[in-house]
């Protein structure tokens, strides 16, 4: 082993009480004054001097019946000491403060339009009702939130989950009805309920983050003998914000959840029920099994449930 590896490895030999003993001590310029600060006897603090010396092998104060003062070694210590304890308490807060920080921040997975129109009134009501709580939400595809709450990443998801997950579980917030979406002046607003036959000879605009409904709507349309004709231009698309865009250009028409339909696309956008059936998206939190939630987190989480008036309005309840 090489002279330099061994003084790495070598022990930090002395007590941290100690040396502030020391520089209360020369602070205070006697062993009495230092005592009661300390809250300690008169002959603790002595010890206490003593001991650092002896580690250290050098005096440290001059001591006579009414003070002390420093040596030069003394002095020394006593500058680089005073130094490294101020940076070091100013390292501990710093510590301490992120941590706190941690402990009130809620970390919330959920897929675009939830993070988009149905969470930030709700984040907003939770944390002007507790100002030391933050919420941040990761906008993220179905899978990207799973995977999110699998890794610890995140608290919870707030989405819809298609199927039981091994290692996850699924509480109900509430369920949104689907409706058709169409351009304005589009043929299907003349019917006041369109079949599911009538929607279908048009092209159907299906983002790739709504694999699940797509494969409802596609296994109702095959018990019915009905083709689904994507439209071509959408491949790919996974922003539901574009598909709404599409849309209203006329490109196509899609069938949405009717409460995350963003207010600022009604002008250019018609909005029809189903008939002939129904596709209802449920939405709810996603959490580890194996993972306890926060103080912080909890309280979220039970905000978020009261915060659904009723369960099968959809997210326009929230908050209502």
Request: glycine share 4%; proline share 6%.
């Amino acid at each position: 082993m090489t002279s330099s590896s061994a003084s790495v490895k070598q022990r930090f030999d002395i007590s941290l009480e100690d040396l502030e003993t020391f520089l209360v001590v020369a602070d205070l310029g006697g062993f009495s004054h230092a005592a009661k600060q300390l809250n300690l006897s008169q002959p603790s603090v002595s010890n206490r001097v003593r001991r650092l010396e002896e580690k250290l092998g050098v005096r440290l104060l001059l001591r006579n019946t009414r003070s002390v003062a420093l040596t030069a070694d003394g002095n020394r210590l006593y500058k680089q000491a005073s130094a490294t304890l101020h940076d070091l308490r100013l390292l501990c807060q710093d510590f301490n403060a992120t941590a706190e920080a941690r402990r009130n921040q809620v970390e919330v997975a959920a897929t675009m339009m939830v993070a988009t129109i149905a969470l930030p009134p709700i984040v907003k009501a939770f944390t002007d009702r507790d100002p030391q709580s933050t919420v941040r939400l990761l906008d993220s595809s179905p899978a990207g939130a799973i995977s999110a709450v699998r890794e610890g990443r995140c608290d919870m998801a707030v989405m819809v989950l298609a199927e039981p997950t091994s290692g996850l579980q699924f509480e109900t917030l509430t369920s949104d009805e689907c409706v058709v979406v169409t351009p304005r002046n589009h043929p299907l607003l003349a019917r006041s309920q369109p079949t599911l036959a009538e929607v279908l000879a048009y092209p159907l605009l299906s983002p790739d983050t709504h694999v699940a409904l797509r494969q409802f709507i596609v296994d109702e349309a095959t018990k019915r003998g009905l083709n689904v004709r994507l439209a071509p231009e959408a491949v790919g698309v996974s922003n539901v914000m574009t598909m709404l865009a599409m849309t209203a250009a006329g490109i196509g028409v899609c069938i949405h959840p009717r409460t995350l339909i963003p207010a600022d696309f009604l002008p250019a956008i018609g909005v029809v029920p189903l008939k002939d059936c129904q596709f209802v998206r449920t939405f709810g939190i996603v959490t580890a099994e194996n993972h306890e939630l926060s103080p912080a987190a909890r309280k979220f989480r039970d905000f978020l449930r009261s915060a659904i008036k009723r369960p099968d309005a959809g997210w326009q309840s929230a908050l209502a």
